[in-house]
């Protein structure tokens, strides 16, 4: 009895580890600013850094030396690194034109993949990506500050609720004074003041958050019509892409007005959604105004921030891709959602280029 009892306890401990084994992750690319994150959650254990591609030796070395990483980490090719290390995922940190160059090669390999925001710089290139993701069952996630926000999901609750009615007035502001007026570094720098590595400038920098939540709040819908116009402020800066840019998203029964800027006087993130009932405003990602009620004055609510994993995208990743988290469909992070996110970029870029409103079909 007491071997067999031994013998239980240690399957059952075996099983245990086995499921809370970390997820072996490999970065694709150095060069976005955001790649320091994962360098910097030495406290957290739900992934395992096993591979690291980055073409550019000096900023390899650069990243070696500041984080101390072994030298057997290093690739200067994707698919070689790939088939060494064998990753269950990959995070892409390159330029957004290169994500699909990442796709390309981890699906057949069955890997799964994230991305920073948006998932990609054309639309043929997004739905090149579905079909490789479906074919190949894996998921390709996309990575957005805005979807780790509390205040967010508030809002968002609320809808489902029915206390804001239905959506007539969404404003979505995004942005900072510049990348190189705060100091990105030079390869980050390089990729948002490239139009074709980054799609456009603030458009497609700060653009997509707006794109992407209020894809999210109309479950999916398209919008009718797509009108953007954009300018440069700092053509002595910014000579190849706009630093400003508002897009105006037309639905039958809804409007959203997104205001991406490389010009607004402090950072911001903030979303305001108005119904037919009462509106929401997050503020930031904890706080929320909101006036549900005529007679009834405005409230500020102060939210705790969202529950691993969801305040940090790699323990998110590890969630999906061991099978603990399933997202829904709708989910800010998945596909559908970002699939149009990308079509709403492309459209605003096209009519900010004609001056004539796009619509879509």
């Known amino acids: 009895m007491k071997l067999y009892l031994f013998t239980l306890l240690c399957f059952m401990v075996f099983i245990q580890s086995f ?4 997820v072996k992750v490999a970065v694709a690319g150095l060069s976005h600013g955001h790649v320091d994150w994962i360098f910097n959650r030495t406290d957290k254990k739900d992934i395992l850094l096993v591979g690291i591609y980055e073409p550019n030796q000096a900023l390899a070395e650069k990243y070696a030396k500041r984080y101390k990483l072994e030298a057997k980490l290093f690739f200067t090719d994707l698919p070689k690194m790939l088939d060494a290390v064998k990753p269950q995922a990959v995070s892409a940190f390159g330029a957004i034109s290169e994500h699909i160059t990442v796709v390309r090669a981890c699906a057949p390999r069955k890997i799964h993949v994230m991305v920073e925001k948006p998932l990609a710089t054309t639309l043929a ?14 998921q390709v996630l996309t990575n ?20 804001l009615g239905e959506i007539r007035k969404v404003m979505v502001n995004d942005g900072h004074q510049g990348p190189q007026e705060i100091g990105v570094s030079k390869e980050f720098l390089e990729i948002l003041t490239d139009p074709a590595k980054n799609g456009a400038g603030t458009l497609v920098d700060f653009g997509c958050y707006g794109a992407n939540l209020m894809t999210w709040l109309m479950r999916g819908e398209r919008p009718t019509s797509v009108t953007a116009v954009t300018h440069q402020n700092k053509p ?16 039958p029964k809804a409007q959203c007005i997104i205001q ?15 119904g037919d009932k009462g509106y929401a405003i997050a503020v930031n990602n904890t706080t929320v105004r909101q006036r549900l009620e005529e007679k009834s004055p405005e409230t500020t609510l102060k939210l705790d921030p969202r529950p691993e994993p969801y305040t940090d995208p790699f323990s998110l990743l590890a969630a999906v891709v061991s099978g603990r988290l399933k997202l829904d469909k709708n989910d800010l992070y998945e596909l559908p959602i970002n699939i149009t996110a990308v079509e709403i970029l492309e459209a605003a870029k096209k009519s900010a280029r004609t ?7």
Do not use: C
């Open 260 to 274: 991406g800027s490389w010009n607004w006087t402090f950072a911001r993130k903030d979303m305001e959604v108005y």
């Open 144 to 163: 957005f500050e805005t979807s780790w926000y509390a205040s967010n999901q508030h809002v968002n609750s609320l809808l489902n609720q029915g206390k």
């Open 125 to 138: 290139d997004a739905k090149e990506i579905k079909v490789l993701a479906e074919k190949n069952n894996i």
């Open 355 to 361: 001056n004539k409103t796009v619509f879509l079909k």
């Open 236 to 251: 002595n800066i910014y000579q190849k892409v706009d630093d400003e840019a508002t897009i105006i998203l037309q639905y």
């Open 19 to 22: 499921a809370q084994a970390p």
